[in-house]
């Protein structure tokens, strides 16, 4: 965002963040943008003018409480109003003041006339030095002009407007525009820290395989559970058998068979459902390719490179490992609470009642936790 490019890791001090703007003069910017500060910048600054992008660089270099500050060039994409304003607020203003600057600049006459606390100008022409000296040195007839430079008047016109708002030393409090920090970024859908609509599974469920796949899933899954939940109900039968002692042989030959039945059953499951995520994974890979190869230009330029290499990288590592390692604890404990809830309550019907109470309150809680 405009603000975290403004204090780069700085902690921040209200006071002097919204005298950095109106130094900046960046005030009339956050206002007409959508989130103020919070709007964010895009990559390169894709949503920024080229002054915008100037103008925030040098509020980051203003804010910091660095000793020495370089600034280069920083008036070179702003018009007259503008850099009247940031020479008189900002280059003479509070924030730099008792810090050492040095000023890249085309504007040499205008920063030796206006600048109370320039010291010394260095003249460079193809990479070397020409003369250093005094401001009145750029000032003497003959010296290098200001091809580039705003006219006096216009200067002297905006300086006069300004006159009562710098040279004091003091902070102004200026009016920032600040966002809700609840932003969307524009041309990027990961959806961090929200909650995932069920559109988003049915379609991950459909890359799966559809019906072809979910049918003999729920097949397999049932078989699973239904052995696992037979090999308790088997060992109550065995061991209120009459003649438990004399077939043990045969009873235990029973109760290995349901052991490995339910043991091959969930193998086959997880196999099943890996298939399913990888399949899922190369078809939902290959439609992410096909649309970012077929966006038109109009989307590259809104939208920072960098969300789509997280695409291709992040999202698909998540889609390949952490899709499955979540959907499969869910798919193998669902079925197993429902099996042991039917026979609990087919043995004890009273059961029903604090077993709804109990679903409906980790039915909220669930949802509470994914938001």
């Known amino acids: 965002s405009v603000r975290d490019n403004i204090l780069f890791g700085e902690e921040y001090d209200e006071e002097r963040y919204n005298e950095t703007i109106f ?14 500060d919070e709007t964010r910048v895009g990559e390169q600054g894709l949503s920024m003018s080229g002054g915008q992008k100037q103008r925030i660089a040098l509020a980051r270099a203003v ?58 100008v260095i003249k460079l022409h ?91 899933y729920a097949v397999i899954n049932v078989v699973a559970h239904v052995f696992m939940i037979g090999q308790g109900y088997f060992i109550g039968r065995w061991v209120n058998a009459s003649d438990a002692n004399s077939h043990a042989p045969r009873y235990f030959g029973l109760y290995a068979g349901i052991q490995l039945v339910a043991s091959v059953a969930l193998t086959v499951q997880y196999l099943y459902l890996i298939v399913g995520g990888i399949r899922a994974s190369r078809l939902l890979h290959a439609r992410l390719a096909t649309r970012i190869f077929a966006a038109p230009f109009r989307w590259w330029d809104r939208t920072p490179s960098s969300n789509a290499i997280n695409r291709f990288s992040k999202d698909t590592e998540v889609l390949d490992t952490e899709s499955i390692e979540n959907l499969q604890p869910v798919l193998d404990y669902a079925p197993q609470v429902l099996f042991v809830a039917i026979v609990i309550s087919v043995a004890l019907p009273v059961f029903l009642v604090p077993a709804a109470g109990i679903a409906v309150i980790f039915f909220f809680l669930g949802r509470l936790y994914i938001r």
């Open 63 to 120: 804010y910091a409480r660095s000793e020495i500050v370089l600034l280069d060039d920083v008036l070179s994409a702003l018009d007259s109003n503008m850099v009247s304003h940031v020479v008189d607020n900002c280059l003479n203003g509070p924030l730099l003041e008792g810090r050492t600057v040095v000023l890249v600049t085309h504007f040499v006459k205008l920063c030796a006339r206006r600048l109370t606390t320039c010291e010394q």
């Open 126 to 216: 193809e990479g070397r030095v020409t003369s250093v000296g005094p401001p009145s040195d750029a000032l003497a007839p003959g010296g290098s002009g200001m091809a580039r430079s705003p006219s006096n008047s216009s200067l002297r016109s905006n300086g006069s407007r300004r006159s009562g708002q710098q040279g004091d030393g003091k902070m102004h409090d200026a009016h920032v525009k600040h966002g809700s920090g609840a932003h969307e970024d524009r041309g990027d859908s990961s959806g961090e820290g929200t909650s995932i609509s069920w559109a988003v599974y049915k379609k991950y469920a459909a890359a799966m395989g559809g019906l072809k796949f979910w049918l003999p």
């Open 23 to 36: 130094a900046c003069s960046l005030e009339d910017d956050l206002e007409a943008l959508p989130e103020g």
